[in-house]
């Protein structure tokens, strides 16, 4: 059964719709990309997902006993929350707030497994410091930690790698990679679409159609064609490294017929 799945949903704030007849699903251990321009409802699709934002329309199924509190998240930064004045545990530990309704205190489980989501993204050692004094690279994974400590099951996770460095950009991917072989399912939004057609295994792309389906799906349809043509043109100009060497699990993207 899918954990996530949205039947014709229909997003938007009050009456104005932003995307309308999404149908989509995550299963368990997927690892599904979000693409599209920006201010094309890539955000809001997640808040709708995490029960912050109500849907104007359609159905969305959560299966696997999962509940919407459940769900780890790791929101889109602003500059004034890479500035907040809490420890790096403190900021983890925030990630059982959905678990704790009115209870006051953590229980001795959510501290272990808090130290546990620490280690796992190698922050432990940082746990008495100040968030808002660490990397972007420390913030994110400490973030991530954050994330985990909801569930192990699903992540979404909205930009996590804007404004970081390449190195560490590298570094983030392979980090949510290894999470995701590790079983969790993943949601990611980005704009780095190389990126995301060599980690993904199925690809959402909003924009004026939407597309869902799997990544080498993805590749072979109109929007994957454009994006390809788009991606070489920019990477003929920067330099940047082009999406033709990628793979994910082993599979050359050359297979693909475009
Ligand atoms: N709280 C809000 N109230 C009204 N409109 C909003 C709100 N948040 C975002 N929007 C609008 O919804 C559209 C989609 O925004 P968003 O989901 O943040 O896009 P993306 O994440 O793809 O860049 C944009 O036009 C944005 O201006
Ligand atoms: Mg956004």
Redesign the pocket.
């Known amino acids: 059964m899918s954990l996530i799945k949205t039947e014709d949903l229909c997003l938007g ?1 009050e009456s ?1 719709v ?1 995307v309308s007849d999404l149908n989509c699903k995550v299963d368990p251990g997927d690892y599904l990309c979000i693409v ?1 321009e ?8 997640m808040k709708t997902l995490l029960g912050l934002q109500r849907p104007i329309g359609g159905k969305i199924i959560m299966g696997d006993g999962l509940k919407m509190s459940q769900i780890g998240y790791l929101p889109q930064q602003t500059d004034v929350q890479r500035d907040f004045p809490a420890s790096v545990k403190e900021i983890v530990m925030s990630g059982f707030q959905g678990k704790c309704g009115l209870r006051p205190f953590y229980t001795a489980d959510e501290r272990q497994t808090a130290e546990a989501c620490m280690k796992r993204m190698s922050i432990d050692d940082l746990e008495d410091r100040c968030y808002r004094d660490l990397s972007g690279g420390q913030q994110q994974r400490v973030l991530l930690a954050r994330a985990l400590c909801a569930t192990e099951m699903i992540l979404l996770l909205d930009e996590p790698v804007t404004g970081l460095d390449p190195k560490v950009t590298a570094d983030m991917y392979e980090l949510i990679s290894r999470l995701n072989k590790e079983g969790t399912a993943i949601i990611m ?1 980005s704009h780095d679409i190389g990126a995301a057609v060599k980690y993904a295994s199925h690809i959402l792309h ?1 924009g004026d159609t939407i597309f869902f389906g799997t990544t080498r799906e993805y590749l072979e349809s109109e929007a994957g064609k454009l994006f390809r043509a788009s991606d070489a043109a920019a990477s003929s100009v920067h330099g940047d490294r082009s999406s033709d060497d990628m793979d994910r699990d082993g599979q050359k993207e050359g297979d693909v017929e475009c």
């Open positions: 704030y104005h932003i599209g920006n201010g094309s409802g890539k955000s809001t699709l939004i909003i």
